[in-house]
């Protein structure tokens, strides 16, 4: 195959891997936005996910000029388009593999990991080097995508790291492991050495969001359960803001060790609030999301210490205390 073979099927072949790997980005970021909700995929994917098509100049030196030995050197290369998606943690990395490789992504492509730092990290444990987890997906018959068709066996390189792990090889990757002549043993010494730290405060990162997670789990608990009577009683979803953690943060010291029971006897006892709520939600954000339910509990049972503990402006919480028939002033 020759160097103009090679581009004039590229040519032709870029619209058809830059949809493959749309399609790819668009089902797993779907999948993604329930498996870490309530958290947002702007904050869980820490660097703007971007698909790669290689170009032209690169293409044909990984073909033809790198000793690579391919048998169809143009069908051979995975990574004619690429994507990466950068996380905190590595504990985020394995949430990202679980959607690629379930049941449901299973309709769309197969997956075969490519690269996998854990079980690079078990069989050498003593070297410290560059990490990520690469996947290849390719197309299962019958897949389409803004009109065009993706053959069957269209394949898109996916790479899933940490920031760190993300830092660490944009400094090195390319610079310092691929040439032959190899940077001098101290600068690859510092390298490794940076690795090892990256290693290691990831895993106080993980302890220190374990931690975290722990102190919150009643308060999710309570956002979910406040959620779920939301939709039944107002009569549609709630919206998912992070003003609901940041409220529920001042206002969770007023509340019993287990009030749910008490809520939902409130809520039966009150249950014109539900139809102030949908009055107030068109032209009021707070009414939208679930932490307003909670906040009609707190200024019924608790009025005073409620306004004193709010933590943001008040003309929405002086709408509750009226509904109420509560003295605000």
Not at 29 to 55: C, D
Request: aromatic share 10%; charged share 25%.
């Amino acid at each position: 195959m020759t160097e103009a073979d090679i581009l004039a099927r590229w040519e032709n072949d870029k619209p058809i891997y830059y949809a493959w790997s749309e399609f790819i980005a668009q089902k797993i970021s779907s999948q993604l936005n329930h498996a870490i909700a309530p958290t947002t995929l702007e904050y869980f994917i820490k660097v703007p996910l971007k698909a790669r098509l290689k170009e032209n100049s690169t293409l044909v030196d990984k073909a033809l000029y790198r000793n690579k030995d391919y048998q169809n050197p143009y069908d051979d290369i995975t990574d004619k388009v690429g994507m990466r998606f950068v996380v905190l943690l590595t504990s985020d990395i394995r949430k990202i593999c679980d959607v690629i490789e379930n049941d449901e992504s299973k309709n769309f492509w197969t997956a075969s990991k490519d690269r996998d730092y854990e079980k690079e990290r078990d069989e050498k444990p003593l070297e410290f080097t560059y990490q990520s987890v690469h996947y290849v997906l390719r197309a299962k018959q019958g897949i389409q995508h803004e009109g065009i068709n993706i053959p069957e066996g269209t394949a898109c390189e996916i790479q899933i790291r940490t920031l760190l792990q993300h830092a660490h090889s944009e400094l090195t990757h390319d610079t310092l492991y691929k040439p032959k002549a190899n940077a001098a043993s101290s600068v690859k010494r510092t390298v490794a050495k940076s690795m090892a730290l990256i290693e290691a405060t990831d895993e106080f990162f993980e302890q220190a969001m374990a931690h975290l997670d722990e102190v919150a789990s009643a308060q999710r608990e309570l956002l979910s359960f406040l959620s779920t009577e939301y939709l039944k009683r107002v009569g549609k979803p709630a919206l998912q803001e992070r003003s609901n953690q940041f409220i529920l943060d001042a206002l969770f010291d007023l509340l019993p060790e287990a009030p749910q029971t008490e809520i939902v006897s409130f809520f039966e006892a009150k249950s014109f609030i539900f139809n102030k709520i949908n009055e107030q939600a068109p032209i009021s954000h707070l009414f939208n999301q679930p932490i307003v339910l909670l906040v009609y509990y707190l200024v019924s049972t608790k009025p005073a210490q409620t306004r004193a503990s709010w933590p943001i402006d008040e003309t929405d919480l002086a709408k509750i205390y009226s509904d109420l028939g509560k003295g605000f002033e």
